[in-house]
């Protein structure tokens, strides 16, 4: 999301740059602190999950998606300087393929042609496509790198695909980790694997598509990440907003969700209660509400789930126009996935990843990796709360 000028979410930030059949994808990210040592092989692992993922079409085939880091590191370490890196495409035909005729409801298609009033649809279906999300993959690895020092994690899964909900997620994390590591679409419950499989079978044979629900948890996460002295501050609306701007979300949860909105506040709110352990020696005794409240991390596990729609593109069609004859015509086919959920999982990840990542930047500060950890250290799990120091008030604090 674009951030305000708030001392809160000047963390990092991050553009892309690419077309879907250009030469590459770039990846921008700047905020990185100075001292990180860089695993470029585990960036790597991350793009190979994103596109392993079971659904994903014959364009999965021809890509290697391999990263190359043009700037930020020396001898792997960060430098403090911008990271940039680069994804090669291996199908780079964007200026051979042909036009669609008839635009695709539900991509950006037409919307596009409607906005550059011009009927090449190419031109905007190159950028809308998500192709993009292995940029941000790329650099959603690398940050994960960052917030393992601090011992933060996100964690992404399938939960459901085309209206198949699996059991609720293991609590234990292991038990978690290991089953959707086991799951060609980074589920966690075995029993729907084969459902799901044939769903997305079903769908290839008719010429059609699948979506799905993907949450992701975040553990580990200190209270009092995110912010309230802006909008563009808060974590909730930073972490969904990221969530949303992946290509065919249509609805983002955090917590309950929509269901907190039919309780009474009394099954909603998580009740404070002394816990060893907690932060400052505090902890809840339910997480219903999903890790934020009033725009902060809460100490909690932060959990947020987002609903994908079908992809619009469909062997079978739809109805569409045709563009120059602007006569009825079937939707323009080409190539694509029948179902993009368990690689969204992997994207949805990234996202919550740079989000984090630049909110603990924004709270640490520092210009180092050694600078944040020193802060790190002083925020103090187990200090209780008290009033501000005697000597603040002789710093021009409050003197009451
Ligand atoms: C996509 C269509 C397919 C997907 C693509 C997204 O590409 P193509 O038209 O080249 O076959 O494979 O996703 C990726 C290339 C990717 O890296 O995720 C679309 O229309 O959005």
């Given at each position: ?362 709270r640490l500060g520092g210009?180092?990796?050694?600078e944040m950890v020193q802060r790190w250290r002083r925020l103090g799990r187990?200090e ?17």
């Open positions: 999301m674009s951030h305000g000028r708030s001392p809160d979410s000047m963390g990092l930030s991050w553009r892309t740059a690419g077309e879907s059949h250009g030469p590459a994808l770039v990846a921008l990210l700047e905020g990185l602190p100075a001292g990180l040592l860089v695993d470029l092989a585990a960036v790597q692992h991350g793009m190979g999950r994103r596109w392993k993922a079971y659904g994903r079409g014959p364009r999965a085939k021809i890509e290697q998606d391999r990263v190359e880091c043009l700037s930020g590191l020396k001898r792997g370490v960060t430098l403090g300087s911008p990271l940039a890196l680069l994804v090669h495409n291996s199908d780079t035909r964007v200026d051979q393929l042909p036009n669609l005729a008839a635009p695709r409801p539900g991509h950006a298609d037409l919307a596009g042609v409607l906005r550059n009033r011009c009927r090449d649809v190419r031109a905007v279906l190159e950028r809308a496509s998500a192709r993009e999300t292995a940029a941000r993959v790329a650099l959603g690895e690398v940050v994960r790198q960052l917030l393992a020092l601090f011992e933060i994690e996100a964690f992404g899964y399938v939960t459901a695909l085309g209206g198949i909900a699996a059991a609720a997620a293991p609590e234990d994390r292991a038990a978690l980790r290991a089953q959707r590591d086991r799951s060609v679409f980074f589920g966690f419950d075995t029993a729907c694997d084969a459902a799901w499989r044939a769903c997305i079978e079903a769908a290839a044979e008719a010429g059609d598509s699948v979506g799905g629900v993907v949450e992701v948890q975040v553990w580990g996460c200190p209270p009092g990440l995110g912010g309230t002295a802006q909008h563009s501050d808060r974590l909730d609306a930073r972490l969904m907003a990221g969530l949303a701007s992946l290509p065919a979300i249509k609805g983002v949860e955090i917590g309950l969700g929509f269901r907190a909105a039919e309780l009474p506040g009394s099954a909603v709110h998580d009740e404070i209660v002394p816990a060893q352990g907690g932060w400052a020696g505090l902890g809840r005794s339910s997480n219903r509400i999903g890790g934020v409240e009033g725009g902060y991390s809460n100490g909690q596990v932060i959990r947020l789930r987002a609903a994908m729609k079908p992809i619009p593109t469909m062997r079978r069609g739809a109805a569409s126009v045709d563009l120059e004859a602007m006569q009825p015509a079937r939707a323009t086919y080409e190539r694509s996935d029948v179902c993009a959920v368990p690689a969204a999982s992997v994207a949805a990840e990234a996202v919550v990843l740079l989000e984090l990542a630049s909110a603990l930047r924004a210009v180092s990796v050694e187990e209780r709360p008290a009033d501000w120091p005697e000597d603040v008030a002789g710093l021009g604090g409050h003197a009451s």
